[in-house]
């Protein structure tokens, strides 16, 4: 007979489910899936109390992010920026962050011609990005001037300006769907014709069309299912 005894297991779980009376072995079996289902319980729901309260952070983080206020925005006679040939011109250009006050770039002059291809070479943290960054005006610089085909980057609309500007980073992100539905991000409603011609620019078309599904291939979870080099292609489209 059994006099009194815990179930295995409860020293780790917050309660301890004690029997005072004899059981056979068919009851001691039943007894021990209640009492884990009631701790299963328990546990789900302070696990889905945890997550709600995680959830609500980050709903609140982005709404403050919503709401910060705008440090770039148009200048009052800003114009469309219009066709654009692609001279990028540095005059002077120096800039540093608003947090500490360390200048990244100082008085950088550099020219690139339309259709020219240059690299930035450097260690991690001198500037590179930086640089890239301040044309598409993520950030304006401290001094100097930025120009596009002559055009100040200040005086022409931020629309305009981001419009024409391709911007694919060394960690490029794909939406789990179609090459096609991928593609199709940069330009909802884009007809399939659209989609190809991109492609095409992009160098991406002849290697979507050996895709077992071509265009309807499905790329995994962050373009899981395609190469490094095949998924900034597709970007770029």
């Known amino acids: 007979d059994i006099e009194e005894m815990s179930l295995p297991g409860s020293e780790a779980m917050t309660t301890e489910a004690k029997f005072t009376k004899p059981m056979s072995a068919a009851d001691y ?7 884990a289902k009631q701790q299963g319980a328990t546990y789900l729901a302070d696990t889905a109390k945890d997550a709600a309260g995680s959830g609500m952070s980050g ?4 709404f403050q ?8 925005s148009d200048a009052p006679d800003a114009k469309d920026i219009g066709i654009v040939k692609g001279d990028v011109t540095f005059d002077h250009v120096s800039f540093k962050y608003n947090d500490d006050g360390t200048e990244v770039l100082s008085d950088i002059d550099l020219d690139v011609k339309a259709g020219e291809n240059i690299a930035l070479v450097g260690p991690s943290g001198g500037g590179k990005t930086t640089l890239c960054n301040l044309i598409p005006r993520f950030y304006d610089t401290t001094a100097g001037t930025i120009r596009i085909d002559g055009k100040d ?5 931020l629309k305009s300006l981001r419009d024409r500007i391709g911007f694919v980073q ?3 992100y794909l939406f789990s769907g179609s ?10 409603g884009a007809s399939k014709e659209e989609v190809i011609a991109a492609s095409k620019m992009a160098g ?9 599904n071509g265009y309807d291939t499905y790329v995994g979870e962050r373009g899981v299912k395609l190469s490094g080099g095949q998924k900034q292609r597709l970007s770029i489209a």
């Open 29 to 35: 079996a039943k007894a021990v899936v209640k009492n």
């Open 59 to 62: 709903v609140e983080r982005f």
């Open 65 to 72: 992010v919503m709401d910060a206020p705008i440090e770039i």
């Open 153 to 157: 980057i200040r005086t022409v609309t």
């Open 170 to 172: 060394q960690d490029v």
């Open 179 to 188: 090459v096609f539905e991928n593609i199709q991000y940069g330009k909802p």
């Open 204 to 212: 991406a078309h002849e290697f979507i069309e050996g895709l077992s």
